[in-house]
């Protein structure tokens, strides 16, 4: 079974703005250099995650998991995404594709923002 990760994030006008979600993405292929990562975004920056599921399936993958890059369920967490999961789900009757919990609401991801905010406050 091949597994595809596809880092999901918003997406924003200003090009600068995924510099972060490429440096999360390059730091997974960094430590799992044989998976497949790709960075995919919600809106106004490319690829979109139609697109990004699509070019995993083509490479190979029979399992995509999409990790959203957000802080918290919002509304898009909450009805978008799921509706684009499904319709990508459609496409690809032989890819299993898993939509993760969003990372900011993992107990690392928490404990390390709290110890950047004591850092930054001393």
Known sequence: MAVAIVLFAHGAR??????????????????????QVSLAFLEFMAPTLAEAVEAAAADGATEVRVVPLFLARGG??????PALV??????????????????GEDRGVVDAMAAYAIEAGH
């Open 14 to 35: 200003d090009a600068e703005w995924a510099e972060p979600a490429r440096r999360v993405a390059d730091a997974v292929r960094a430590l799992l250099p044989d998976a």
């Open 76 to 81: 898009h967490l909450k009805r978008d995404v």
């Open 86 to 103: 499904e319709a990508a789900r459609a496409r690809h009757p032989g890819c299993r594709i898993e939509l993760l919990p969003p990372v």
